[in-house]
């Protein structure tokens, strides 16, 4: 007999593990709040609007047979170009062919899996908001246009985003770890236009970055020629966006900070004060799941599980990463749904809890590093060792980007290296200091007292 799942939110994840629940025999019906994305005019409102799709994602889309399909939506991005004052630096991103990633439009890959999840017999209930969920059936309350509605089913799954309303109901009067936090910067977007001979206004095969410890923009290319802009910005202050709020003042900002995003984007200030900010949170919580002596559960999956910034490009690729994970437990438990959630919850928490750290940390990175000589020399020689030892040597942001190594697993590796790379930068500063000793002492020993070489 096939037993029933119940997916909350038809987003990135919830419309992927609605995918793979099908596939494994599953009868899937899919609550949103939303209306259908394939309506006409229907855009994309708030979050981002593309998203840099790397290995873990990759691999996902791989098993359910659609990343042939999506490749014409995509754009490769081989590297990142760096707009500092004194011009443009490239930075590839890896040394093999299939290092880089791809830039795809939200609304695309959100319509893809939809479309895919249909073809495979999953129901989408859209305009259907999920008001409550009872843990003990588990059942689902949702507010839909003929009023409320109770569904039950056998597997609940919480894919309701960053502020998840099945996270709430799940830790109703249990013992429950809940850490949420907002970070004091936000972003808007802005769209960099084709240009007028209808050519991309710059390198389009690359992700752009104006790094920056008062305000950073990060680019991601689209399949048009366009670019999408993301600007980050302290929400408070004179430079942030509670400063920012005249056309004058928007423009010297960008003319001192960003000066060539005034050509990149002709109406830059028009753009910018015309979108509201929003804001970055990461979301810790735990247990991620709870289940019913009948053998029932519910389950938190993507942004509802382990909401980051979006730093490191990670969000949805860890959101995948569960999908496909949590597909692999229910086939190693397939009559034991408490098993299988358990490990699922298992073998996810501790990395996305370490994803979270890193991506606080790339944060850092794009701010305050990308500027900095010595960083960026550290960065060269890690990328040399990489390509002298490639199997030994893999610098952190390919181990994060282009496999799928766990993230817990990619830091500690990342960790030893550092420790080796700091003790031979440091033995080869002390080699140089005292090589240069040496010749001071030398030619300070060959000089007569009143200073003539002898
Ligand atoms: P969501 O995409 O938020 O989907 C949740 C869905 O649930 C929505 O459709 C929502 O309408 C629905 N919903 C919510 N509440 C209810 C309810 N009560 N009832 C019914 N439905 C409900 N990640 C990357 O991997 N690469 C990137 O380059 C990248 N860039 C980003 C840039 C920015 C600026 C931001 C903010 C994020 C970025 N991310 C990126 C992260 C990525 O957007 C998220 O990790 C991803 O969207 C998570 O998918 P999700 O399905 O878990 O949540």
Request: aromatic share 6%.
């Amino acid at each position: 007999m096939s037993r029933h799942a119940l997916v909350v939110g038809s987003g990135l994840a919830g419309s992927l593990t609605a995918v793979y629940l099908a596939r494994r025999g599953y009868l899937v019906r899919v609550l949103e709040r939303r209306g259908d994305p394939r309506a006409p005019g229907v855009r994309e409102e708030g979050r981002s609007i593309n998203l840099g799709l790397s290995q873990r994602g990759i691999v996902a889309l791989r098993e359910i047979g659609l990343l042939e399909r999506l490749a014409p939506l995509t754009v490769p991005m081989r590297g990142r170009v760096v707009h500092l004052p004194d011009g443009l630096r490239f930075q590839p991103y890896g040394l093999a062919e299939d290092q880089i990633l791809h830039s795809v439009l939200r609304h695309d890959l959100n319509v893809a899996l939809v479309d895919e999840a249909e073809r495979r017999g999953v129901e989408f209930l859209w305009g259907h908001r999920v008001t409550a969920v009872d843990r003990a059936k588990p059942a689902v309350t949702a507010l839909g246009p003929d009023g409320e509605e109770v569904h039950t089913a056998d597997l609940v799954i919480g894919a309701d985003g960053a502020f998840s309303a099945v996270r709430g109901h799940l830790g109703r009067g249990r013992r429950v770890d809940l850490h949420q936090e907002f970070l004091e910067w936000g972003y808007k977007e802005l769209l960099i236009p084709v240009g007028d001979d209808g050519r991309p206004r710059t390198e389009l095969r690359a992700l752009h970055v104006w790094p920056g410890d008062d305000g950073l923009i990060v680019a991601h290319p689209n399949a048009d020629g366009s670019l999408t802009a993301t600007v980050f910005l302290p929400f408070d202050g004179e430079h942030g966006f509670a400063g920012l709020t005249e056309p004058g003042r928007v423009r010297d900002f960008f003319a001192r900070r960003f000066p060539d995003t005034l050509t990149l984007i002709p109406d830059v200030v028009e753009q910018f004060l015309d979108h509201e900010p929003a804001s970055l949170v990461t979301v810790r919580t735990s247990p991620w799941h709870s289940t019913t002596d009948e053998g029932r559960g519910i389950v938190l999956i993507g942004d509802a599980a382990h909401a980051v910034y979006p730093f490191f490009g990670q969000g949805m690729n860890a959101a995948f990463e569960d999908c496909s994970t949590l597909d692999r437990c229910l086939a190693a438990h397939p009559h034991d749904l408490p098993r299988a959630l358990a490990a699922f919850e298992a073998a996810r928490k501790p990395h996305t809890d370490v994803l979270a750290e890193l991506s606080e940390r790339n944060f850092v990175e794009l701010r305050d590093k990308l500027r900095s000589p010595l960083f960026l020399v550290r960065k060269k020689v890690d990328l040399a060792l990489h390509r002298l030892f490639p199997r030994k040597w893999v610098p952190l942001y390919t181990l994060i980007a282009h496999t799928t190594v766990p993230y817990g697993d990619a830091l500690a590796r990342a960790r030893r290296q550092d420790r080796l790379l700091d003790t031979a930068l440091a033995a080869t500063a002390t080699l140089a200091g005292a090589t240069l000793a040496g010749l001071v002492v030398r030619s300070r020993g060959t000089r007569s007292p009143g200073g003539r070489k002898v």
